[in-house]
């Protein structure tokens, strides 16, 4: 049996379309659907809202972080 190796890039293009939430190294969270993303890391979500210490704060239809912000990206099951 072979196993595939899979760059975080690729799983990330896999799950566009799904909730996930983005946490910048700031702590500030952003929920939303992925919409899209680049070779930078840059991603695209829509129907984000943010998150501060747990609370909402905001809410925006759209939203681009960019990937220079060292996040970590979770999925929601």
Known sequence: MSLRKQTPSDFLKQIIGRPVVVKLNSGVDYRGVLACLDGYMNIAIEQTE?????QL???????????NNGKDVYIFY
């Not at 943010?50 to 747990?54: F, M, P």
């Not at 704060?57 to 990937?67: E, I, Q, S, V």
């Open 50 to 54: 943010e998150y501060v210490n747990g």
């Open 57 to 67: 704060k905001n809410k925006y239809g759209d939203a681009f972080l960019r990937g």
